[in-house]
């Protein structure tokens, strides 16, 4: 969520008044991400995010109004596309895409407990529940694919530590890949890190930024969010939480016996996808002002970590 489309305050204002929003009082950039940019915005009728987009084909715009529609129908705490007088969802500010939407009540949690690593578990499921049966398809552009070329090139530059972690990881891939187990699928939220959950206290007021989302393996999804949400601070997993979380999940949608066995490598799945999407940003973004470089060895040590996983999923609850 760092700015890398500025915009001018006419620009803005002239966009909003094709809205019914009423007249612009003050907007700010959000400085946080790596992927889009955007805008805290105040009018005379409310607070809203705008975001434009920076990445991805623009013909898959349409599948993150239509998911995030599906959401807010299903009452879970996710903004949507606000439509203009015209009844659009989509627009276009600055040559980039752009969504106006409800800006969400709540803080973001920098260190959390159980509690609120139970909470998360339980909306994660709900989203899943909630996209399970629907129509909605979208392919990742960062799957098995893509990791495996990812890791190939990054294990030739990489010192002799890491080169045998990195080979560890294509067996796992070669695996997933030949075998495409039968674990439960549905649409994923794909980025839900701690930064992406809003809570008032201990009230999980929102969920943000699903520009990630795609049609996946939910129990990718619980390792995507255990990975942030339930680190120990020397270091990987803090079972409290992690079973926390878990049991959360569990109270809505219930794991399999194949989810388990699954586990641990989704769990490693999950961590080198993002060391090598923070390796990728970091080469990109080097030299690039105003932009956060979020440490891609934090995922290395992660992954390192999870050569020994000893939080397992909860079957009966």
Known sequence: MSVFTPV??????????????????????????????????????????LTLIERGPIAELPFFVELLDCLHGAGLPVPYAIRNRQARALHELNQ?????????????????????????????????????????????DRGLEWMTAETQALLERSEPSARQLLQSMLAV????????????????????????????????????????????????????????????ETGGLDARRAESLLAGYASQRRFTPLE??????????????????RELAADQHAEQSGVLIKDPMHFQRLLEWHR????????AL
């Open 8 to 49: 001018e305050r006419a620009q803005l204002a002239d966009f909003l008044s094709g809205f019914d929003v009423g007249r612009l009082i003050d907007y700010s950039g959000i400085v946080g991400g790596t992927e889009n940019s955007n805008f805290f915005v105040a009018t005379e009728h409310g607070e809203y995010v």
């Open 96 to 140: 980039r895409p752009a969504l106006l939407q409800p800006r969400l009540s709540g803080r973001h949690v920098g260190i959390s407990d159980a509690s609120h690593c139970h909470a998360v578990g339980q909306t994660l499921a709900g989203l899943h529940n909630a996209t399970t049966d629907s129509s909605l398809q979208r392919r990742s």
């Open 173 to 232: 891939l070669e695996r997933l890949q030949r075998e495409r187990p039968e674990l439960p699928e549905a649409v994923l939220h794909g980025d839900l890190f701690r930064d992406n959950v809003l809570f008032d206290g201990h009230h999980l007021t929102g969920v943000i930024d699903f520009y990630n989302a795609f049609n996946g393996w939910t129990l990718y999804d619980v390792a995507i969010c255990v990975n942030d949400w339930c680190l120990a």
């Open 260 to 277: 388990a066995e699954h586990w641990p490598d989704l769990l490693r799945l999950a961590a080198l996808r993002f060391w090598l999407s």
């Open 308 to 315: 020994d996983v000893g939080v397992g999923l909860p079957l």
